[in-house]
C-alpha cells in the first residue's frame, strides 16, 4: 500500500463508502418524510 499523508488507499475507499451510504440513508429518509425532503431541497436551491 502507497501512504499518503498517513493515509492509505484502502481508508480513503472505505470514507468514500461511509459517506456515500450516509448520503444515500440521508436522502432515502428525505423521501419519506415530506417536511425534510421540502427542506432539503430548499437548502439545495441556496
Do not use: D, N
Not at 475507499?13 to 440521508?26: D, I, R, S, Y
Amino acid at each position: 500500500m502507497v501512504r499518503k499523508h498517513g493515509i492509505t488507499l484502502f481508508q480513503l475507499a472505505l470514507l468514500l463508502v461511509a459517506a456515500g451510504l450516509l448520503l444515500a440513508a440521508f436522502f432515502c429518509y428525505a423521501e419519506w418524510t415530506p417536511g425534510l425532503s421540502a427542506g432539503a431541497a430548499g437548502f439545495m436551491r441556496r
